[in-house]
């Protein structure tokens, strides 16, 4: 397994998508500590590129180069080497990657402008939703055998998941804002990553209030120790979960 994890990485760093991620994300991280002396403002301009930048790139750059790696896939599966020890390899090598650059172009400038509770919050929950959608990239790699259809499924769980989730919570909440909807909305927070991620992070900067009703629900389960936790506990199964339908779709699929 190290030896192709090592590969993997040597493969993905040749190719410099990487590193030009890297120094992006901290341009714009330091970039954005220095437009303004509070440096709360750029925590918050930060989240948002952790909410959907991070997102998008995890997803599609893991994507194409589970597709571009086929070949090299296909002269493992001619080796005696199980096919689970490949592609755990193949999610950790992404893994390894994508998170470095997270923690290199975004933890670094947080560490040296805000360092506190809320900017690990940030890094952490940067690192986390970046290994969600890199398991995501893998299953649907795993899924679907046309590069261009894997591609398009992987943009559509990104945009699901960013942008149009939110769109459909904020519906059923004003639909059905004459019933009790706090356990729902929490559930349905919870089957959302990059909610979860967010809700972490204005929390931790005090700035739940800028979500009004749904903000004070938020503090009062996820602001304890145990919703933090509990909070953690379900982002991580949103990154091994994927990974195990992969890992058993890949063992089971006619190549």
Same mark, same amino acid.
């Given at each position: 397994?190290?030896?192709?994890?090592?590969?993997?990485?040597?493969?993905?760093?040749?190719?410099?998508?990487?590193?030009?991620?890297?120094?992006?994300?901290?341009?714009?991280?330091?970039?954005?500590?220095?437009?303004?002396?509070?440096?709360?403002?750029?925590?918050?301009?930060?989240?948002?590129?952790?909410?959907?930048?991070?997102?998008?790139?995890?997803?599609?750059?893991?994507?194409?180069?589970?597709?571009?790696?086929?070949?090299?896939?296909? =002269?493992?599966?001619?080796? %005696?080497?199980?096919?689970?020890? $490949?592609?755990?390899?193949?999610? *950790?090598? &992404? +893994?390894?990657? !994508?998170?470095?650059?997270?923690?290199?172009?975004?933890?670094?400038?947080?560490?040296?402008?805000?360092?506190?509770?809320?900017?690990?919050?940030?890094?952490?929950?940067?690192?986390?939703?970046?290994?969600?959608?890199?398991?995501?990239?893998?299953?649907?790699?795993?899924?679907?055998?046309?590069?261009?259809?894997?591609?398009?499924?992987?943009?559509?769980?990104?945009?699901?998941?960013?942008?149009?989730?939110?769109?459909?919570?904020?519906?059923?909440?004003?639909?059905?804002?004459?019933?009790?909807?706090?356990?729902?909305?929490?559930? =349905?927070?919870?089957?959302? %990553?990059?909610?979860?991620?967010? $809700?972490?992070?204005?929390?931790? *900067?005090? &700035? +739940?209030?800028? !979500?009004?009703?749904?903000?004070?629900?938020?503090?009062?389960?996820?602001?304890?120790?145990?919703?933090?936790?509990?909070?953690?506990?379900?982002?991580?199964?949103?990154?091994?979960?994927?990974?195990?339908?992969?890992?058993?779709?890949?063992?089971?699929?006619?190549?």
């Amino acid at each position: 397994m190290i030896n192709i994890i090592k590969y993997n990485l040597h493969d993905i760093f040749r190719n410099r998508v990487v590193i030009s991620y890297t120094v992006f994300l901290f341009l714009v991280s330091v970039s954005f500590f220095n437009l303004d002396e509070n440096p709360v403002k750029g925590v918050m301009s930060l989240l948002n590129i952790v909410l959907i930048v991070l997102p998008m790139v995890s997803i599609i750059f893991s994507t194409i180069h589970q597709y571009n790696s086929s070949e090299f896939t296909e =002269l493992l599966l001619a080796q %005696p080497i199980k096919r689970k020890t $490949i592609i755990i390899s193949q999610f *950790l090598s &992404l +893994s390894i990657s !994508m998170c470095t650059a997270v923690i290199i172009g975004i933890g670094i400038p947080v560490l040296m402008y805000y360092p506190s509770e809320a900017g690990i919050m940030l890094v952490l929950s940067a690192v986390l939703l970046t290994l969600v959608f890199i398991s995501f990239a893998v299953l649907t790699s795993v899924i679907a055998r046309d590069k261009s259809r894997g591609i398009g499924m992987s943009i559509l769980l990104w945009f699901f998941f960013a942008l149009i989730y939110d769109g459909l919570l904020l519906w059923i909440v004003f639909s059905f804002s004459d019933y009790p909807l706090e356990q729902p909305i929490l559930i =349905l927070t919870a089957l959302n %990553p990059v909610d979860l991620a967010r $809700i972490l992070v204005l929390l931790k *900067l005090d &700035l +739940s209030a800028l !979500m009004g009703y749904t903000g004070a629900l938020y503090r009062k389960f996820f602001g304890s120790d145990t919703g933090m936790i509990l909070s953690a506990i379900i982002l991580m199964l949103w990154v091994i979960i994927p990974v195990v339908f992969a890992t058993r779709t890949f063992i089971k699929k006619d190549l």
